[in-house]
């Protein structure tokens, strides 16, 4: 794999990414109209120029910067194509696939307007916006998992053999976790066997996120006084750091205090230094956001990485889609008037 190559255009491509100061920029327009024309004046110009031609005011913005987070990914696999490379970036990039699918099947358990649904959709997996849209026109959950399973998904697999438990329970949780455990099994599995320094920087971050998920099924099974032995079985398997016994034993305080005290000698420490207020409310929204922090900036601090292995396009990855997930925020902050206080609020700091 001839990294230098690779990464020399990622770091040029990681140049025109928005710096600090012109998010300030955006997040101080005064509404949508001036932050489309400031947008205009960075690497957007072009997805902003065509997708004016059919979409006006937020929607515009949406769909141009979804296209352009499409096209930026698709660029960097081109760079890697028939490389190990491709089918270790391939990997992350399906985690968007499980993404969608989850609001998608979300969105139609509600009945939720199509529309509203496509609008929180990110095509950078291998399902591309066509599908995405063709998925989002079944009229239920069923029909969704039908059509997964006609094209020859594979996440259409998990969901059929726990589709019926789902009916019974109407727990969305149950396909949630099928398709997690499917994607972080088949992840795993892949980089087991792949002895290269790439492999193990991948696999390093991906037992991050199923340290994470773990850790947020803790704190929600303390919250909704959950049957611990039922919670056990949404623990998702392969972690270093945190086994089933360490897991049960962050339940078994009972309290959020007391998982947060057994915390204090992981990695994940830093969830103790969040405002008592919260924690004395069970305010698992708060935990949630700092644990996305951490798993972003653990991603984006790849930059530092090794110049010629996989680290460079990871974090170039995470950032990318950083960017593109605040400029949304900005976006719809502004739509629905909110203060600047709740838009920092809502922001992904890294």
């Known amino acids: 794999m001839e990294y230098a190559y690779v990464n020399a255009r990622i770091r040029a491509m990681k140049s025109r990414l928005l710096d600090r100061s012109l998010l300030e920029q955006l997040i101080n327009k005064p509404d949508l109209d001036s932050l489309i024309a400031e947008l205009e004046k960075t690497s957007y110009r072009e997805e902003l120029e065509k997708a004016g031609v059919l979409f006006s005011g937020i929607t515009r913005i949406e769909v141009a910067i979804r296209k352009d987070l499409v096209k930026t990914f698709r660029t960097i696999l081109n760079f890697i194509k028939g490389e190990d490379a491709e089918t270790l970036l391939t990997i992350i990039l399906h985690r968007w696939d499980i993404q969608n699918i989850k609001t998608i099947l979300r969105g139609k358990k509600i009945q939720a307007n199509p529309s509203e649904i496509l609008e929180c959709l990110i095509p950078a997996g291998e399902l591309d916006e066509a599908a995405l849209i063709e998925l989002v026109k079944q009229p239920d959950v069923k029909t969704v998992i039908d059509l997964l399973a006609t094209w020859g998904i594979v996440y259409a697999r998990p969901l059929t053999l726990n589709f019926k438990e789902f009916t019974d329970t109407r727990d969305m949780l149950v396909l949630e976790y099928a398709l997690d455990t499917f994607y972080y099994e088949d992840a795993l599995s892949t980089v087991k066997t792949d002895e290269s320094d790439d492999a193990r920087i991948l696999k390093r971050m991906i ?17 909704d006084r959950i049957d611990r032995e039922e919670a056990t079985r949404y623990f998702i398997k392969g972690s270093t750091e945190f086994d089933t016994e360490k897991l049960l034993s962050l339940m078994k305080t009972g309290t959020i205090e007391g998982a947060l005290k057994q915390l204090e000698q992981t990695p994940y420490q830093f969830l103790t230094k969040i405002p008592l207020e919260y924690i004395a409310a069970e305010r698992i929204s708060a935990f949630e956001k700092e644990l996305e922090k951490y798993l972003l900036k653990k991603a984006i601090s790849q930059f530092l990485g090794d110049p010629l292995s996989i680290s460079i396009p990871i974090a170039y990855i995470w950032a990318k889609y950083t960017e593109v997930t605040n400029i949304r925020v900005i976006a719809r902050c502004k739509v629905a008037e909110m203060s600047e206080k709740e838009l920092r609020e809502a922001l992904i700091s890294v």
Do not use: G, P, S
Request: net charge positive; glycine share 0%; no cysteine.
């Open 207 to 223: 037992i991050t996120e199923i340290d994470i998920n773990n850790i947020k099924t803790v704190l929600r099974v303390i919250r």
